[in-house]
Every structure is written in structure tokens, then in C-alpha cells.
């Protein structure tokens, strides 16, 4: 096999004579950019993407800002080898990996990294082969000529396959009139990876208070300046109408729009309302895009070919030709937090591209972060109350179900109380919900005879029951082995007991007392992955199934019209652990899950099974009196300087060993300067202490709001002991795991 890195790119030519030196950033973790010589006759400047080799490889890199390579001698260097024929990546989006890398202390060609990671679409789309119209009459006309005939006459040029599925024939009518000469084949501009959206496609139906909302965000876009809006509304009141509106005056300014979700591989019904109103849908970019469709998306995001995209949070690094708002639905998602090599928040660092690029930024939730509404609250982000559901929907009655005093059968988890209601629903003709944040059958598997635990040989983690599957498994790394008959302590059959409930064996429970119903199941480890998942939901919305048993993927902003019961399984799950936002997060995770019920005008209800039935989450929740969870939830922050009243970072020190880890993290900690207003808290082993067979202590960081938190971090790790063998050091500003 051939090893020339050059296959990649093609055959590298001899380099011509050298001529000056340039800055190229390259998608390694490298502090700085590196120079390079530029040959004669290449034109480059900041932001021509380019080739250069970096050790025996070849790389795509960026030429960057800062000069000339600090005079070096171009003949001392090695030459940039290519330029690639692709829009100049701009000044603002440079401006704005510059900005993420020194905010969250990540080397800049990692940020880089992730606005190039389509490299096929540097280099301009090949033009398509098509036909032509050239006139004549066929040797004999049938019917399918005809059809062939009469749409040619309209729009001469065709690819072959879309004037085929346009007449309605098979390509081997195409090919016959080809060669008889009524075509000639001719090359095309490749077609657009969705249609344009036309913002006058459907003029919007708004109500009161939904009209006015659509007025403020309408006048942001107008002043073509920097703001952040804020629409706080509740489930249903008609949020994403509003901002269709914001969307659609961008688009008559000519501009671009970048909308991201927490899921939008799984929210086809979101681009269905999106082309209703635009008659188009918008481009997507997720994970589970093809390579060629990612390939088009890039391209023609950076030409302005696609002038709206709707994805996942990566989606905020495409390098837009003119990007003119972006909006960000369900703001307070914690899938907006990216924890793998460069640490951000895509909903913060949406704020600061809006800010380099002097446009309005659109904030939407029905149950905002408390950073959010300190920020509404303190004027920095103006504030749009949508408090009623659109149209005659109304909000579900909810109820909280005591769990000490409506308790199961025997080795069961729903209630009296909720099974009656269960069975009310569905005997009604409604569809019902169960929630319960926990994949698979049981979170942990033992022995009752020797007591031995299944556990992770590569985690500090119990190894979960997939019931479906016959598999215990490790949901921190992936680890999975077959459900044994025996005890691999012991050797006892038939001895091994399930503890406590996931949604498989909530569903096992529902088939025993509701044995006609039509259940399904919704978790993000389903067979089938995503495509089985938007089937699934589609299924739901068409009314096919009367019980649906779901985590938290059921509360990213689906619609089903006849889900008029939700019932929360175990709603004290997400109190019990140390997160300083247990508290909010289950607030607004169980608000959107209950949500999901009467959306349509039909009469609905939400009952709540816990064990604590006075927590001021519950009240709030039961009593809809989201202000005074608010306010609670802000007061204690503000006393106990945390964010967004204080600071944040969390240091992870992970390791094969156990000594080197809590060795180094112990240096790390030792060389900590002593600045005023910043305390380091460790190191302590994490709460899981073992991922991937790598031993974990974390220090945290804690700091007053003022307090200069990266300058701190640097002089630590600048004067703490450096990465030596399997040691590896990460940091996480602002957190949003203590995992």
C-alpha cells in the first residue's frame, strides 16, 4: 500500500521560488499559528484556506492574522503547497475562534478545527451532466414522450432523473428522446441541497400576545445591530411562530440564518412547520448527515447558496457568507454543552458570534437558565413574556402523587392513582405518557444469594440491564456483555435480581395492566437508532399508540395532538446528587415533559409520583408559579456567589494509575497562585472516578464574577508540574457536569 500522504490531495507540484512568510493555523493543538513560505505567483491572504505539509502529512490549515511570520526567511521555511478555491474564511468568524479559544483555554487550531471539518468542500462542486431542450419532433409520440415533451418546452435544462420523476416516465424515455436528438446533454450548476425559503409563503397566523412578541423581534432585525432577546413562554403559547417572524424579516434583508436545536436529528416536525411557513425546509447539520450532504451544506453555507440552517450545536462554527440572526431554541438545554476536546456552550458562544458580528441573537425556552433570566432581569437581554398557550389549548391540570401514601403493588412502580388515570385515557381514546429519565430495564443487576454487584471493568459505574438487547451495559463508555444465567461469584442460577425501574421495565409493568394497549418505547439507545426514532414519533403524532414510555428525548418540543395524561415516574431523580443545578434542571425537565400534554385544546393532566412531595420544585411546578422558583432558585446563587453571580472551572486530571493522577492534580494544586476572590476546592477523586479505564480527580475553581478566571488558570498550569506520560489535563470553564 501506498503511504504518500499526497494521494490525498493529488500529486504536490515543485514549489516555485519563495517570496514572503504567513501565519497558517492548523487544526492541531498547537498554541499559535505556524509560518509558512508563500510561493511565487500564489495569491493568499487572512482567511485563504489552504494546504501545507506539517511533518510528513499534509493538512489543511488557514492563513491567518498577524503579520508577515515575524520576518523570518521564507527560503528557511516550507512552502504552502495549495490554495484552495473557496471563499475566504471571514474576519468575524476568525475574530470568533480567536475569541473561543482564549475564553475557554483551548488551543485555537482545535476551534479551527471545527469550522473546517468538511475538507471535500473546499474545492467547488463538480457540475452536474443534463439535457437540454433542443426542439424536433420524436419518431413516434407516445404518451410518455408527451408528458417528456410538454415539460421540456417549460424549463429546457434537466438533469436526466428530475425531468424523468417531473414526467412522471422511467430515464429509458429520457435516454430514446436522447438519441433521436431532442436533447443534447449539456453541464449544470449543481442544484442547491434545499430550495430557498420564501419568507411571504404563508402569511403568519398570531394572536395577541404572540403578535406583539413577533413586533419586538421584528424591530431587533431591523436595527441590523447586536441584542440578545430573550422569549420566555410557556409550552405551547406559540414561541416558534414568533420567531418564524424574526426569521422571515432576515430573509428580506437578504441575509442568512442559522437556527440550533438540542436534537434536530429527532425533530422532523420542526422542519414540517418550517417549510409550511417558508415552502421550504431549512438545511440540516447534525452527526447523522451523509458525508456528501455535509459536504454540500458547508459549501454552500460559506457561498450563501443556503440561506437558513437548523442544527445541532457544531452547527455555530459553519462559516456563513452573511449571517444575520441566530436563534436558539430551547436555550437551556444541557445538550448545548460540548464536553469533548474544546469545552463550550453553544448558547453562550451563539451571544458572543452575535456581538462579533454586530446582529440580533433570539434566546427561546419555556423554562429559561437562571443566567438567562438574570441577564432578562438585569437588562443586558430584553425579555418577551408569551404566559398564555396559543389558540384554546390550555395548560394540563397537574397533581402530585405522594409515593408514602399511594404506594405500588409489590415489585411494582406506578401507582393506584396513576394506573386509574392511565386507564381513563386510554379508554377515552388519548394517549398517555410515562417519564422516567433512565434508559434500559434496571439500573443495577445483583446476586441474592453472595450479594455480588455488576459493575464496569473500565468504570466506577454499575453496569445498566437491557432487557430488549440481553445485555447488561456500561453507559459511560459502552461496555457490554450478555446477560449471564448464573452469578459469576457464586455460580447460583436463576439468583440474579433487577434494582429499581428504567423505561424497559416500566413497559414490562404497563403490558402486565394494560395488556391491549398499543405501547411504544422512546430512549436514545432504541435499535434502529435515530431514523427508528423519528418513525417512532411520527407514529405517536399520527395517534398509533396509546401509551408512550419515554426519557427525557420525549421533552425536546414534540407535538402530540392527542396526549392529553402525563405522568412523571419518578420525579425526585434528578434531586439526588450534588449538582448545584439539580434543582433548575429538574424544574425545567420535568415543566417540558409536562408540557407535552393538552397542546391542542383537549383537556389534559400531569400527575407527579415522588417521595417528596414538599420540595419547593414540586410546589412550583404544581402551583405554576414559575417566579417564585425563579427567585428562590437566584437568591441562593447570588449568596453563594455562584454562576452567574460567580465564577466557575473545573480541572479533571485523568490517568492509567490512580497514583499518577491524584500526584499530579496535588501539583496542580500546590502551584495555584494566591489571588483574592479565587479559591481552588481539591482535589478529590470525581464522583466517577473510573471512564475508560482512566483514573479521574477533579479540582474546582471558584471565583467572585469579576474575577479573571483564565489569566488565573494559565499561571497555574504554567507553574504546576507538566503532562508527563499518561497524565492528561482538562479544563471546563463555566461546567455544567461534576461528574
Avoid at 409 to 429: C, Q
Avoid at 483 to 499: R, S, W
Wanted: proline share 8%; with cysteine; glycine share 8%.
Amino acid at each position: 500500500m501506498n503511504n504518500d500522504s499526497s494521494d490525498l490531495f493529488g500529486a504536490l507540484p515543485v514549489a516555485p521560488p519563495l517570496t514572503r512568510t504567513v501565519p497558517v493555523l492548523v487544526p492541531m493543538p498547537a498554541p499559535r499559528p505556524y509560518s509558512y513560505a508563500v510561493p511565487e505567483g500564489m495569491a493568499v491572504e487572512p482567511g485563504s484556506i489552504v494546504q501545507v505539509p506539517l511533518g510528513p502529512r499534509q493538512v489543511v490549515g488557514v492563513v491567518w492574522d498577524g503579520g508577515d511570520g515575524n520576518g523570518v526567511d521564507p527560503k528557511k521555511l516550507r512552502p504552502i503547497t495549495r490554495v484552495f478555491d473557496c471563499p475566504l474564511l471571514a474576519k468575524e468568524m476568525r475574530d470568533f475562534i480567536d475569541w473561543v479559544a482564549t475564553y475557554t483555554l483551548s488551543p485555537p487550531g482545535h476551534v479551527a478545527r471545527m469550522a473546517l471539518r468538511v475538507p471535500a468542500a473546499f474545492d467547488p462542486e463538480p457540475m452536474v451532466e443534463g439535457l437540454r431542450f433542443i426542439g424536433g419532433a420524436p419518431e413516434r409520440l407516445t404518451p410518455a414522450r408527451s408528458r417528456v415533451m410538454e415539460m421540456a418546452v417549460g424549463a429546457p435544462s434537466w438533469t436526466r432523473t428530475g425531468l424523468a420523476h417531473a414526467a412522471g416516465v422511467s430515464t429509458s424515455v429520457i435516454d430514446g428522446l436522447v438519441t433521436q436528438g431532442i436533447f443534447e446533454t449539456v453541464f449544470l450548476t449543481p442544484p442547491p441541497v434545499v430550495a430557498k425559503p420564501d419568507p411571504d409563503f404563508v402569511a403568519a397566523r398570531l394572536e395577541g400576545p404572540q403578535k406583539q412578541a413577533a413586533v419586538e423581534v421584528i424591530d431587533e432585525v431591523r436595527k441590523g445591530a447586536f441584542s440578545v432577546s430573550l422569549i420566555d413562554g410557556i409550552t405551547g403559547s406559540g414561541k416558534t411562530e414568533v420567531y418564524f417572524e424574526a426569521i422571515a424579516e432576515t430573509l428580506r434583508q437578504g441575509r442568512q440564518v442559522l437556527i440550533l436545536l438540542p436534537e434536530i436529528a429527532l425533530t422532523a416536525s420542526f422542519l414540517e412547520r418550517f417549510q409550511q411557513r417558508f415552502g421550504a425546509k431549512p438545511a440540516e447539520w447534525h452527526s447523522e448527515l451523509a458525508p456528501r450532504t455535509r459536504e454540500k451544506v458547508w459549501r454552500q453555507s460559506v457561498t450563501g447558496d443556503v440561506r437558513v440552517v437548523a442544527g445541532a450545536r457544531s452547527a455555530l462554527f459553519l462559516p456563513f457568507e452573511d449571517l444575520g440572526l441566530i436563534i436558539v431554541d430551547e436555550e437551556h438545554d444541557p445538550a448545548y454543552k460540548q464536553e469533548d476536546r474544546v469545552f463550550y456552550n453553544a448558547r453562550d458562544m451563539a451571544v458572543v458570534r452575535a456581538r462579533i458580528g454586530d446582529f440580533p441573537v433570539v434566546l427561546v425556552s419555556a423554562t429559561p437558565s437562571v443566567e438567562s433570566q438574570v441577564n432578562g432581569q438585569s437588562g443586558r437581554y430584553s425579555t418577551i413574556h408569551l404566559p398564555t398557550r396559543f389558540g384554546d389549548a390550555a395548560l394540563p391540570d397537574l397533581h402530585l402523587v405522594d409515593m408514602r401514601r399511594h404506594a405500588p403493588e409489590r415489585g411494582g412502580f406506578l401507582s393506584p392513582v396513576l394506573l386509574r388515570a392511565v386507564g381513563k385515557t386510554v379508554a377515552d381514546g388519548h394517549q398517555a405518557l410515562l417519564f422516567l429519565n433512565r434508559r434500559g430495564y434496571a439500573p443495577l443487576t445483583l446476586c441474592r444469594v453472595c450479594g455480588h454487584r455488576f459493575q464496569c471493568p473500565q468504570c466506577s459505574s454499575w453496569l445498566v440491564e437491557h432487557r430488549f438487547r440481553q445485555q447488561l451495559q456500561c453507559h459511560q463508555c459502552g461496555y457490554a456483555e450478555r446477560t449471564p444465567e448464573a452469578c459469576p461469584e457464586c455460580g447460583t442460577f436463576d439468583h440474579l435480581v433487577a434494582c429499581g425501574p428504567g423505561v424497559e421495565r416500566i413497559a414490562e409493568e404497563v403490558e402486565k395492566h394494560f395488556p391491549d394497549a398499543r405501547t411504544i418505547v422512546l430512549s436514545s439507545d432504541i435499535l434502529g437508532g435515530v431514523k427508528r426514532l423519528r418513525i417512532e414519533l411520527d407514529a405517536i403524532a399520527n395517534g398509533e399508540a396509546d401509551i408512550v414510555i419515554g426519557t427525557q428525548l420525549v421533552a425536546k418540543g414534540h407535538n402530540f395532538p392527542l396526549m392529553t395524561l402525563v405522568g412523571i415516574v419518578d420525579a425526585d431523580i434528578g434531586l439526588a446528587n450534588g449538582d448545584p443545578r439539580a434543582a433548575e434542571r429538574t424544574f425545567q425537565l420535568l415543566s417540558q415533559v409536562t408540557g407535552r400534554a393538552g397542546r391542542t385544546g383537549l383537556k389534559s393532566h400531569g400527575l407527579l409520583q415522588t417521595y417528596q412531595p414538599q420540595h419547593p420544585v414540586m410546589q412550583a411546578i404544581v402551583s405554576g408559579d414559575s417566579a417564585a422558583f425563579y427567585d428562590r432558585e437566584i437568591s441562593e446563587r447570588e449568596r453563594a456567589f455562584l454562576p452567574p453571580f460567580g465564577r466557575l472551572a473545573s480541572i479533571i486530571v485523568s490517568a492509567e494509575t490512580r497514583q499518577d493522577a491524584e500526584t499530579h492534580a496535588r501539583g496542580l494544586r500546590n502551584a495555584a497562585p494566591a489571588v483574592s476572590g479565587i479559591a481552588v476546592l481539591g482535589p478529590a477523586e470525581a464522583p466517577l472516578a473510573l471512564v475508560r479505564g482512566r483514573h479521574r480527580f477533579r479540582l474546582l475553581v471558584h471565583g467572585r464574577r469579576n474575577s479573571d478566571m483564565q489569566g488565573f488558570l494559565r499561571t497555574l498550569l504554567a507553574q504546576g508540574p507538566k503532562e508527563r506520560g499518561s497524565v492528561h489535563v482538562q479544563l471546563d470553564i463555566d461546567p455544567q457536569s461534576f461528574l
